[in-house]
C-alpha cells in the first residue's frame, strides 16, 4: 500500500471527503514531488491525488513518473481548490492547522465545502521509517561522519568557528550533500556552555573544547550528529565532564527499545549527570526524532514526556550535553534506530575524546 493510499483508507476515519496538504515535508513524503513551501498543495480524496501549482513547476510535473498523482496548472490556486472540490463533490474538506491565519482566511471565504483542521496526521505517518527511509538516513549519518574526519584535518589554533563551519559546509555540499538542516553550531571555549550558540569570528585557541553540532539533508532526509573535541590541553574537569556525558549517552542507547516510555529513556542518561552533580548544567531534552526534518515525530523526549512510546522503525537523536558556564561544555549525538531487536546506531563515528594536537 502507497502513502497516499494509506492516507486516503484513514479520511472516512476522520470524517472527510478530502485533505489539503500544504507542508513541503508532507507532500514530499506522500509524492516524491518537490514543491516549494506556499507554490501550491495537494488534494487528497478518496479516489485522487491532485498537485496543484503553476507553470514554474510544469516540466518538472511532465517529468514527473507516478500513477497517483495527476497535477492542474494553474495561478490561481485556491480558486482552483473550490472548482475542483465542488467537481469532486467534497463537502468536507480537511487542512493542515499549520497553514498561516491569512491562507485560512481565504479558504474560509472562498470554499463552500466546510472546513476542518487537523493537527499532524501527516506527520504521525512519518514517524515510522520504511526500508529506503532507513538507507537514506544512514548514508546521511555516513556522510557526516566523514565530513567530521575531513573537518578534524582543519582545526588548529587561530582558526574561527565561523571558518570551521563554512569549510564543513563547502565540503557537505561537494561530497552530495544538499543543505544544512540547522545552522552548523561551532561553539569553543566558553562559547561551548551555550547549547545553541552559533558560529562567530572567535578563534580557536590552545586549550579550547570545541563542540560541533550538524545536520545535512543527503537525497530529502537529514542526520543530526554532534562530537565535542579538544584542541591541545584540555580543562581536567571538562575530561571528567566528557566521560560522564559519554556514559549518559551509551546509557539511553541501551535503554531504547520497542514500547519504552520517554521519560524513562531520558532518565536513564540524566540519573548519571545528576549522581555526578551537573543536574542543573543539563538543561535541555534528551532527544528528538529526524528524517525529512531535523526534528520532527516522535517530538522532543524528556523527564515529562510520559506520553511517547516508542515504536518499531523510528529514528531518535541521543544528545546529552552538560555546560558550564565561563569554562565550557560537551554534547555528544547520536541517531539511533528503533527495533524489536534492540537499538541500532546510523551514526558510528567514534566517540572517545579527540585531542587534536596533541
Same mark, same amino acid.
Given at each position: 500500500?502507497?502513502?497516499?493510499?494509506?492516507?486516503?483508507?484513514?479520511?472516512?476515519?476522520?470524517?472527510?471527503?478530502?485533505?489539503?496538504?500544504?507542508?513541503?515535508?508532507?507532500?514530499?513524503?506522500?509524492?516524491?514531488?518537490?514543491?516549494?513551501?506556499?507554490?501550491?498543495?495537494?488534494?487528497?480524496?478518496?479516489?485522487?491525488?491532485?498537485?496543484?501549482?503553476? %507553470?514554474?513547476?510544469?516540466?518538472?510535473?511532465?517529468?514527473?513518473?507516478?500513477?497517483?498523482?495527476?497535477?492542474?496548472?494553474?495561478?490561481?490556486?485556491?480558486?482552483?481548490?473550490?472548482?475542483?472540490?465542488?467537481?469532486?463533490?467534497?463537502?468536507?474538506?480537511?487542512?493542515? +492547522?499549520?497553514? $498561516?491565519?491569512?491562507?485560512? %482566511?481565504?479558504?474560509?471565504?472562498?470554499?463552500?465545502? +466546510?472546513?476542518?483542521?487537523?493537527?499532524? !496526521?501527516?506527520?504521525?505517518?512519518?514517524?515510522?521509517?520504511? $526500508? !529506503?527511509?532507513?538507507?537514506?538516513?544512514?548514508?546521511?549519518?555516513?556522510?557526516?561522519?566523514?565530513?567530521?574526519?575531513?573537518?578534524?584535518?582543519?582545526?588548529? &589554533?587561530?582558526?574561527?568557528?565561523?571558518?570551521?563551519?563554512?569549510?564543513?559546509?563547502?565540503?557537505?555540499?561537494?561530497? *552530495?550533500?544538499?543543505?544544512?538542516?540547522?545552522?552548523?553550531?561551532?561553539? $569553543?571555549?566558553?562559547?561551548?556552555?551555550?547549547?545553541?550558540?552559533?558560529?562567530?569570528?572567535?578563534?580557536?585557541?590552545?586549550?579550547?573544547?570545541?563542540?560541533?553540532?550538524?545536520?545535512?539533508?543527503?537525497?530529502?532526509?537529514?542526520?543530526?550528529?554532534?562530537?565535542?573535541?579538544?584542541?591541545?590541553?584540555?580543562? &581536567?574537569?571538562?575530561?571528567?565532564?566528557?566521560?560522564?556525558?559519554?556514559?549518559?549517552?551509551?546509557?539511553?542507547?541501551?535503554?531504547?527499545?520497542?514500547?519504552?516510555?520517554?521519560?524513562?529513556?531520558?532518565?536513564? *542518561?540524566?540519573?548519571?549527570?545528576?549522581?555526578?552533580?551537573?543536574? %542543573?548544567?543539563?538543561?535541555? *531534552?534528551?532527544?528528538?526524532?529526524?528524517?525529512?526534518?531535523?526534528?520532527?515525530? &516522535?517530538?522532543?523526549?524528556?523527564?515529562?514526556?510520559?506520553?511517547?512510546?516508542?515504536?518499531?522503525?523510528?529514528?531518535?537523536?541521543?544528545? &546529552? *550535553?552538560?555546560?558550564?558556564?565561563?569554562?565550557?561544555?560537551?554534547?555528544?549525538?547520536?541517531?539511533?534506530?528503533?527495533?524489536?531487536?534492540?537499538? !541500532?546506531?546510523?551514526?558510528?563515528? $567514534?566517540?572517545?575524546?579527540?585531542?587534536?594536537?596533541?
Amino acid at each position: 500500500m502507497t502513502r497516499i493510499e494509506r492516507l486516503q483508507k484513514k479520511l472516512p476515519e476522520l470524517f472527510i471527503d478530502a485533505l489539503l496538504v500544504t507542508d513541503e515535508k508532507n507532500i514530499y513524503y506522500l509524492t516524491g514531488f518537490d514543491l516549494l513551501q506556499g507554490d501550491g498543495f495537494l488534494l487528497v480524496t478518496a479516489n485522487n491525488a491532485i498537485i496543484v501549482t503553476d %507553470d514554474r513547476y510544469q516540466l518538472a510535473l511532465e517529468e514527473f513518473d507516478s500513477d497517483e498523482v495527476v497535477a492542474t496548472i494553474t495561478r490561481d490556486y485556491y480558486g482552483s481548490l473550490n472548482r475542483i472540490c465542488q467537481g469532486l463533490r467534497v463537502a468536507v474538506l480537511g487542512y493542515e +492547522d499549520t497553514i $498561516s491565519y491569512s491562507l485560512y %482566511d481565504l479558504l474560509d471565504e472562498l470554499m463552500d465545502a +466546510d472546513l476542518v483542521p487537523f493537527h499532524q !496526521q501527516i506527520e504521525r505517518m512519518r514517524m515510522i521509517k520504511d $526500508s !529506503q527511509e532507513v538507507a537514506k538516513l544512514q548514508a546521511a549519518a555516513k556522510l557526516q561522519e566523514q565530513g567530521f574526519e575531513y573537518i578534524l584535518g582543519q582545526v588548529r &589554533p587561530g582558526i574561527t568557528e565561523r571558518q570551521i563551519a563554512n569549510r564543513l559546509d563547502f565540503w557537505m555540499k561537494e561530497h *552530495g550533500a544538499s543543505g544544512a538542516s540547522f545552522p552548523t553550531i561551532v561553539a $569553543s571555549g566558553a562559547n561551548a556552555a551555550k547549547p545553541h550558540a552559533t558560529a562567530s569570528d572567535k578563534q580557536i585557541e590552545d586549550g579550547d573544547i570545541v563542540t560541533l553540532d550538524f545536520g545535512y539533508y543527503l537525497d530529502g532526509y537529514t542526520a543530526d550528529m554532534t562530537r565535542t573535541f579538544a584542541v591541545g590541553s584540555v580543562d &581536567p574537569e571538562l575530561r571528567d565532564v566528557y566521560q560522564i556525558v559519554n556514559e549518559a549517552r551509551q546509557a539511553v542507547i541501551d535503554a531504547v527499545k520497542v514500547g519504552q516510555r520517554g521519560d524513562r529513556l531520558d532518565f536513564a *542518561g540524566r540519573q548519571l549527570i545528576e549522581e555526578a552533580g551537573y543536574g %542543573d548544567e543539563f538543561n535541555h *531534552g534528551m532527544g528528538h526524532g529526524i528524517g525529512l526534518s531535523v526534528h520532527e515525530l &516522535p517530538a522532543s523526549y524528556g523527564p515529562s514526556t510520559t506520553d511517547l512510546k516508542l515504536r518499531n522503525n523510528e529514528v531518535i537523536t541521543v544528545e &546529552p *550535553g552538560i555546560y558550564i558556564p565561563e569554562i565550557g561544555g560537551v554534547r555528544i549525538e547520536d541517531d539511533v534506530l528503533v527495533t524489536h531487536g534492540g537499538p !541500532q546506531l546510523l551514526t558510528t563515528a $567514534s566517540t572517545d575524546l579527540i585531542i587534536v594536537g596533541d
